[in-house]
């Protein structure tokens, strides 16, 4: 959906074709981090509405690890960043916001959008490229006719089993399966039974009931999640009355709950070789593929549906070069193979606490209940508790990737990544523009003067100099001083002198940095980086 919202804001039509019947109804993804707001925000979405979807902190600001959802508190940790000390590094902080509330508001968005066709019940069965036309056979799922789509361009959102990726015989790295599980849709009223710990995810640890909990609404709302063998079961092995007894089961307490759906998902950690081919790109799920161990998935393909929509609406307004687009894969992958690391790394670590309990060896509730009450096991399971506090806090990572090549002039050696829960923000070319608050908390922010349509500058000083440069109709600008207050401090954290500049692109990603206006020699490159001239 995101993709035909942005192809409108960059005066593209688009035909968004969906296997579905309508939105998301079953939960799926629930972490919409404060990135993914970002790209919301410039791309003039009612953020509002998306806020008031998602759910208040107080209810979703922690995780906890219980024996049964009513039974003992074995640890608990703050679920990622949500509150008012993230507004000096991001306008729009994080919000658990499941994808079925999302996706109607996204659908809605999408249908004021000039330009923009979303059609159901529509599924793409295969492409041909041919010159500057892909030819696309859609198949309408309710009559069996299968038409023929001429569009300029083809991108494949089209998830983890990607009919796109496979036509293009684009192969994936990495794990293809690491766990199967079952995922138990139900609705109940659970304040009451969390009341003294509201929570999004309550992992339950008695082998016996094992699994996790997500609140995607505490009042109405929920998912468990539990282990499933696809060798020896299969989904009709479950049914309303069994899932009661799970659920039941690893409450410790009989639910008054609604089971309202069930599926099974696959985990697995994988991502590309290649982004696409020609005039076809792949995104999202099709790209990568994510352990729910960080919430990264969702948050990747948007980053990467920005990345690609800004090429493409550089190419078609004659401000880029399609050669341009070969730098999305070159910027997408490395983060994608970063976020799939992190994932695996997070799932991982959950081990810790079975063996801290004694579970890994004797997977029993007695042996559990054991651990507990031995006064020697105190420390070793409360840090098995503290190692899973990364796995929550990932502010660094999410703010702070960086491309280290791309459309972009880089800037001495690579960047190494850092501590994925520490955020340090920099202008080094390839990062997010850092964010300041241009007048007021809650105003403007420097990441809103970046237009979503072409690239910027950010002249600290020299203004005339750095103007003669550029092709207005190219390049938009902003005389930090003039234009703005002189925002000292956030040209220091930019690391910028008096009469130094930025060039950043539609993305927010900084193209170049000139500390000085005697630098400025080297803005041409920067400008033939972002227009695909190199």
């Known amino acids: 959906m995101l993709g035909g919202i942005l192809a409108s804001r960059h005066g593209l039509s688009s035909l968004v074709v969906e296997r579905r019947d309508g939105p998301q109804r079953a939960p799926a993804a629930h972490v919409v981090n404060a990135r993914t707001y970002e790209i919301f925000r410039q791309a003039g979405l009612d953020m509002d509405r998306i806020y008031a979807a998602g759910k208040d902190p107080a209810d979703s600001?922690?995780?906890?690890?219980?024996?049964?959802?009513?039974?003992?508190?074995?640890?608990?940790?703050?679920?990622?960043?949500?509150?008012?000390?993230?507004?000096?590094?991001?306008?729009?902080?994080?919000?658990?916001?499941?994808?079925?509330?999302?996706?109607?508001?996204?659908?809605?968005?999408?249908?004021?959008?000039n330009g923009a066709e979303l059609q159901y019940?529509?599924?793409?069965?295969?492409?041909?490229q041919a010159g500057d036309v892909v030819l696309s056979d859609v198949t309408d799922l309710d009559t069996g006719r299968t038409r023929r789509v001429r569009s300029q361009y083809l991108i494949g959102c089209?998830?983890?089993?990607?009919?796109?990726?496979?036509?293009?015989?684009?192969?994936?790295?990495?794990?293809?399966?690491?766990?199967?599980?079952?995922?138990?849709?139900?609705?109940?009223?659970?304040?009451?039974?969390?009341?003294?710990?509201?929570?999004?995810?309550h992992f339950v640890l008695d082998p016996e009931a094992s699994g996790t909990f997500v609140a995607h609404d505490v009042e109405s709302d929920w998912v468990f999640m539990h282990s499933f063998d696809p060798e020896t079961e299969s989904l009709d092995d479950y049914t309303d009355q069994r899932?009661?007894?799970?659920?039941?089961?690893?409450?410790?307490?009989?639910?008054d709950a609604k089971i309202l759906g069930r599926g099974t998902w696959w985990m697995s950690s994988q991502t590309?070789?290649?982004?696409?081919?020609?005039?076809?790109?792949?995104?999202?799920?099709?790209?990568?593929?994510?352990?729910?161990?960080?919430?990264?998935?969702?948050?990747?393909?948007?980053?990467d549906i920005h990345g690609l929509m800004w090429r493409?609406?550089?190419?078609a307004a004659g401000r880029a070069e399609p050669q341009l687009l070969t730098t999305y894969e070159i910027e997408r992958i490395p983060v994608a193979q970063n976020n799939a690391h992190q994932s695996l790394t997070n799932a991982l670590k959950m081990v810790a606490l079975s063996v801290a309990l004694g579970t890994d060896a004797e997977p029993t509730s007695e042996r559990m209940r054991a651990s507990m009450a031995d006064p020697a096991k105190a420390a070793e399971i409360a840090e098995a508790v503290e190692t899973q506090r990364e796995h929550f806090d990932l502010f660094g990572l999410q703010l702070g990737?960086?491309?280290?090549?791309?459309?972009?002039?880089?800037?001495?050696?690579?960047?190494?990544?850092?501590?994925?829960?520490?955020?340090?923000?920099?202008?080094?070319?390839?990062?997010?523009?850092?964010?300041?608050?241009?007048?007021?908390?809650?105003?403007?922010?420097?990441?809103?003067?970046?237009?979503?349509?072409?690239?910027?500058?950010?002249?600290?000083?020299?203004?005339?100099?750095?103007?003669?440069m550029l092709d207005a109709a190219e390049v938009a600008t902003v005389r930090v001083g003039v234009d703005t207050k002189p925002l000292d401090a956030w040209r220091d954290v930019c690391a910028v002198g008096e009469t130094g500049a930025l060039l950043v692109r539609p993305d927010h990603h900084v193209a170049w940095r000139a500390r000085a206006a005697d630098a400025s020699p080297g803005l041409g490159a920067a400008l033939d980086a972002v227009a695909g001239r190199r």
Not at 121 to 128: D, K
Not at 187 to 200: H, I, S
Not at 278 to 290: T, V, Y
Not at 434 to 444: E, F, L, N, Q, Y
């Open 401 to 468: 990737y960086v491309y280290g090549d791309g459309a972009l002039v880089a800037e001495g050696s690579a960047c190494e990544p850092g501590s994925p829960s520490v955020y340090e923000p920099t202008a080094r070319p390839g990062a997010r523009l850092p964010h300041a608050w241009v007048d007021r908390v809650g105003g403007a922010s420097t990441l809103d003067l970046v237009p979503i349509d072409r690239p910027v500058l950010f002249s600290f000083g020299a203004h005339d100099k750095w103007a003669e």
């Open 121 to 128: 019940r529509q599924q793409w069965e295969h492409a041909e």
């Open 312 to 315: 493409l609406g550089a190419i």
């Open 272 to 303: 590309v070789e290649s982004m696409g081919e020609g005039r076809i790109f792949l995104a999202g799920d099709a790209a990568h593929r994510f352990p729910p161990t960080g919430g990264l998935g969702l948050n990747s393909g948007v980053q």
């Open 61 to 113: 600001g922690h995780v906890n690890f219980v024996t049964r959802l009513s039974g003992d508190l074995i640890g608990r940790l703050p679920f990622e960043r949500q509150g008012d000390e993230c507004l000096a590094f991001t306008p729009t902080p994080l919000r658990n916001l499941s994808q079925h509330r999302l996706e109607p508001i996204l659908v809605d968005e999408l249908d004021v959008s």
């Open 243 to 255: 899932c009661h007894e799970i659920v039941d089961k690893a409450a410790g307490a009989p639910l």
């Open 158 to 201: 089209d998830g983890a089993g990607s009919r796109v990726r496979k036509m293009l015989g684009i192969e994936m790295v990495g794990p293809p399966l690491l766990q199967c599980f079952l995922m138990i849709h139900f609705g109940a009223n659970l304040r009451e039974l969390v009341a003294d710990r509201p929570g999004v995810l």
